[in-house]
Structures are given as C-alpha cells and as structure tokens.
Nanobody, 115 residues
Framework: QVQLVESGGGLVQPGGSLRLSCAAS????????MGWYRQAPGKSRELVAS???????NYADSVKGRSTISRDNAKRTGYLQMNSLKPDDTAVYYC?????????WGQGTQVTVSS
C-alpha cells in the first residue's frame, strides 16, 4: 500500500511563494515518476508539473518560469516550489506517483491566493 501525504498549502497573497511537499510511504519501486496536479472549483484536474525518475521535468504553460518541481529520492519526497503566485493558481493541489504500472494520489492540499 502506497500513501502520499501532501503539505505546504495555505493562504498566500498575490506575488507570494509556497513550497508544497509530497512524502511517499509504502512499497514503491525505485523507479517512479512524480507529478503535481491541481483542480480549481468547477474545473477539471490539470497537470501542473512532473518529474521522471531521471530528473526530467515538464511544466504546464501557466506555471512555467514560476514553478520548480524537484525530488529527494533518499527521502522519497517530491516538492513543488511556486513563486509569483496569482489568484488563478488557487486550487487543490494533488501529488501523483506512478510506479510499477500503477498510479497513486495524495489527499490534496489547498492553495489559496488572495489579498
């Protein structure tokens, strides 16, 4: 059983920064990909950023240049650093891990960007 626990969400003013963390526990293969998705009210869940086991990254155009995804394999933890946050970034952010042909999701963490 794989569990993902996100943390780091909260209320931030426009222009501010947050760092989200995703800690993985349980039985996962050493090779896995991690990603961050978000879902705003009334909208579909969308990919924000992803990182492969080899460290290759991919970003949605809406966050490119403002966000950095990273991972610490020893800690089995992934991170999403978000800067210059905008009200449009308000959403529930979900961590995703793909390993051994399976996909796992965290419970989500709320990010609210508002003055």
């Amino acid at each position: 059983q794989v569990q993902l626990v996100e943390s780091g969400g909260g209320l931030v003013q426009p222009g501010g920064s947050l760092r989200l963390s995703c800690a993985a526990s349980g039985s996962i293969f050493s090779i896995y990909a991690m990603g961050w998705y978000r879902q705003a009210p009334g909208k579909s869940r969308e990919l924000v950023a992803s990182i492969t086991s080899g460290g290759s990254t991919n970003y949605a155009d809406s966050v490119k240049g403002r966000s950095t995804i990273s991972r610490d394999n020893a800690k089995r933890t992934g991170y999403l650093q978000m800067n210059s946050l905008k009200p449009d970034d308000t959403a529930v952010y979900y961590c995703n891990l793909k390993s051994g042909g399976r996909s796992y999701w965290g419970q989500g963490t709320q990010v609210t960007v508002s003055s």
